[in-house]
T-cell receptor
Framework: AQSVTQLGSHVSVSEGALVLLRCNYSSSVPPYLFWYVQYPNQGLQLLLKYTSAATLVKGINGFEAEFKKSETSFHLTKPSAHMSDAAEYFC?????????????FGTGTRLTVIP | EAQVTQNPRYLITVTGKKLTVTCSQNMNHEYMSWYRQDPGLGLRQIYY???????DKGDVPEGYKVSRKEKRNFPLILESPSPNQTSLYFCASTSRGRGNTEAFFGQGTRLTVV
């Protein structure tokens, strides 16, 4: 069974500080992993995805994530937070055979950026 | 512009009154899905479709129906809505393939059942 755990339902950082959002997955085989962002009153937008190529994945808006098999983790980072990064972030996993067609989401982390 | 369009965006209805939420995509994607989003639970898949006339249950299918008569449309049907179906609903479409794909999401439909 596929599942993800996002540690911390709310994270606050100061503008310019490092952003670190945690995601751990549970899967019998290495899955595909995704990070999505949801801005208020909007749908979900893909930030980045891991599909068994490079373990360090770069996404949009300066975000990146590193796949660590030994830790079953896929944490999202950004070196310097911007006010526009305030949103809810979801980590998701999918089985290898179906890819993004069947996504299992974490419970989300709401990021607040303090001026 | 590539997009997934859901209608309506907001809906308030009464218990037991049948409703349909429409979803349409213009990317010629084979795969389409419905998710519901609830506070503290993230998004959970309700139903998905791998092609026309091919649908299957997701994690939380109870109380919902879907149909896929055309490739571009994937309506979500609540035959007899109940208050526990009050939620934010998202439709998504994905091109055929495995990991090298991306799910495109609609803007969401906020449903309230009273």
């Amino acid at each position: 069974a596929q599942s993800v755990t996002q540690l911390g339902s709310h994270v606050s950082v100061s503008e310019g500080a490092l952003v670190l959002l945690r995601c751990n997955y549970s899967s019998s085989v290495p899955p595909y992993l995704f990070w999505y962002v949801q801005y208020p009153n909007q749908g979900l937008q893909l930030l980045l995805k891991y599909t068994s190529a490079a373990t360090l994945v770069k996404g949009i808006n300066g975000f990146e994530a590193e796949f660590k098999k030994s830790e079953t983790s896929f944490h999202l980072t950004k070196p310097s937070a911007h006010m526009s990064d305030a949103a809810e972030y979801f980590c998701a996993v999918s089985p290898h055979q179906t890819g993004a067609n069947n996504l299992f989401f974490g419970t989300g982390t709401r990021l607040t950026v303090i001026p | 512009e590539a997009q997934v369009t859901q209608n309506p965006r907001y809906l308030i209805t009464v218990t037991g009154k049948k409703l349909t939420v429409t979803c349409s995509q213009n990317m010629n994607h084979e795969y389409m899905s419905w998710y519901r989003q609830d506070p503290g639970l993230g998004l959970r898949q309700i139903y998905y479709s791998m092609n026309v006339e091919v649908t299957d249950k997701g994690d939380v299918p109870e109380g919902y129906k879907v149909s896929r008569k055309e490739k571009r449309n994937f309506p979500l049907i609540l035959e007899s809505p109940s208050p526990n179906q009050t939620s934010l609903y998202f439709c998504a479409s994905t091109s055929r393939g495995r990991g090298n794909t991306e799910a495109f999401f609609g803007q969401g439909t906020r449903l309230t059942v009273v």
